[in-house]
């Protein structure tokens, strides 16, 4: 079996420290073969100019969680679609660990596109460069994650260099324009 990605919950603000945690024991265990990279995708963006009287002009930068509370994971299954139980224990005695996306006993792989825009946003260059945005003024989404899931809008504005989408959706029977980030929302 191929390797695949998976989305594991952790504890908020644990990302990084679960992270480095289970590529310690991975490599420890010498469990490379089932378990390839372990994820936190990070979006770093230019911070916002400092206010008159600022000493330094040179640029800056802000870090951000693009997932909070979420690793991913790439790695192998057993063949009947479960994880293994020596991967299975390495992974939940790790602290700040939840569940996997998916049932308790066999986890969801992320679809293959879900999983190639994570991976564009890990490996883009490090300098705050703008993101590629797949969506257009006019088009049809709908929202996949947020307090609007489930809704469909129509793509009024992409705002790629902050990685925004503008949606007009119909609350309550009227038009509102909602921001997104380009990965909460899905071409209909």
């Known amino acids: 079996m191929a390797k ?9 603000n644990k990302e ?20 390839g990279r372990i994820l936190v995708p ?37 063949e009947n679609g479960t994880i293994g139980e020596q991967v299975w224990f390495l992974i ?4 700040g660990v939840g569940d996997f996306i998916g049932s308790s006993s066999k986890p969801v792989p992320m679809t293959d596109s879900d999983a190639d825009k994570m991976l564009m946003q890990v490996e883009k260059p490090e300098d705050g460069s703008v993101l590629a945005v797949e969506f257009k003024k006019g088009q049809l989404v709908k929202i996949k994650e947020g307090a609007f899931e489930n809704f ?11 990685g925004l989408i503008r949606v007009i959706v119909t609350i309550f029977g009227r038009a509102t324009p909602v921001e997104l980030e380009y990965w909460q929302v899905e071409k209909e």
């Not at 911070?47 to 969680?65: D, F, I, L, Q, T």
């Not at 469909?152 to 902050?162: F, P, R, T």
């Open 4 to 12: 695949q990605w998976y989305v594991l919950r952790v504890a908020s």
């Open 16 to 35: 990084e420290q679960v992270r480095q945690a289970l590529d310690r024991k991975v490599k420890i265990e010498g469990l490379d073969e089932k378990i």
């Open 42 to 78: 990070m979006d770093r963006r230019p911070r916002p100019p400092a206010r008159a009287g600022g000493k330094s002009s040179e640029k800056k930068y802000v870090e951000r969680k693009l997932y909070p509370g979420y690793v991913f994971i790439e790695m192998e299954l057993e």
């Open 92 to 95: 939940k005695d790790t602290m």
């Open 152 to 162: 469909d809008g129509v793509v009024d504005e992409v705002v790629a260099e902050k």
